[in-house]
């Protein structure tokens, strides 16, 4: 999963007094065929984040693998943060997040 720092380095940094944080990750579920091959793969999930730190588009931006583009999608979307900030108050936010798939040997 992407650690703050990521999401840090991944946004804007000057368009925000504050980064959305990340209150409640969910993981991706492996897509069986995948988990058979013992296939590894990173998803970049560009997301925006309403003010109140909903999910509210998310798409894929770049993928190693689109067999795991479907459940990267669909665990991001039951992410929830805390909004990002700017003067003060909660403003709508872009992101792209790493959703990381690794094989279990």
Known sequence: MSSFA?????????D???????VKSV???????????KASGIVMVKISIDEN?????RV???????????AALAAISKWKFKPAKKDGAAV????????KFTAES
């Open 6 to 14: 990521t999401l840090a380095a991944l946004a804007a940094a000057s």
């Open 16 to 22: 925000y007094d504050e980064l959305p944080v990340p």
């Open 27 to 37: 993981a991706p579920t492996y897509p069986p065929e995948m988990k058979q091959e």
């Open 53 to 57: 730190g909903d999910v509210v588009d």
């Open 60 to 70: 894929v931006a770049k993928s190693t693998r689109a067999e795991f583009d479907e």
């Open 92 to 99: 709508k936010a872009t992101v792209t997040i790493p959703i």
